[in-house]
C-alpha cells in the first residue's frame, strides 16, 4: 500500500528559514538526489526580475545563496533538477540564439548539464513545438 498522507515527507515545511526561506520572494525549490544542494527562484518586484540562487548544506547548515553560474543576466525561474543530477531544466526569457540578442517576451524552457568537472556548462535553449 501506499505510504500515510500524514508522513514527514509529504508535510510543507519552511527550509532554511533566514537563509533559503527569507522575506524575499523564493520559489521552486529542487534538490539535488543527495539533498545537499539546493536551486530556487528568488524574484525582485522592482524591477521585476528573477533569477535562479544556489545553496549547499554544509555541517548541517545551509550556505548563503548565491546565484548559479548559468543564471543572473535573464529572467531565469523554475529549476527542477533530474533525477541523477546531471541536467537541470529552467525557465527564461534569455534570447533563443545570439543571432537575436533580443530578450523572449515570455519564458521558454532551457537546459544545462554537468560538465566533467562538476560545473554547469552553457545553458540550451529547448525549442517549443
Known amino acids: ?3 500515510d498522507p ?3 515527507a509529504d508535510t510543507p515545511a ?4 533566514g537563509v533559503i526561506s527569507t522575506r524575499d520572494n523564493e520559489r521552486g525549490i529542487t534538490l539535488t538526489p543527495n539533498g545537499d544542494t539546493a536551486y530556487f527562484t528568488r524574484a525582485l518586484a522592482e524591477p521585476y526580475f528573477a533569477a535562479i540562487l544556489v545553496s549547499t ?3 548541517g547548515a545551509w550556505t548563503r545563496p548565491r ?3 548559468f543564471s543572473g543576466k535573464f529572467f531565469d525561474s523554475d529549476p527542477a533538477i533530474s533525477a541523477d543530477g546531471q541536467s537541470l531544466v529552467f525557465a527564461s526569457t534569455r534570447p533563443a540564439t545570439a ?3 533580443v530578450p523572449l517576451a515570455r519564458p521558454d524552457l532551457w537546459i544545462v548539464h554537468r560538465r566533467p568537472d ?3 556548462g ?5 525549442p517549443s513545438r
Open 1 to 3: 500500500m501506499g505510504e
Open 6 to 8: 500524514g508522513t514527514a
Open 14 to 17: 519552511i527550509v532554511a528559514p
Open 57 to 59: 548544506r554544509k555541517s
Open 67 to 69: 546565484v548559479a553560474d
Open 99 to 101: 543571432a537575436t540578442p
Open 118 to 120: 562538476g560545473r554547469w
Open 122 to 126: 552553457s545553458p540550451e535553449h529547448i
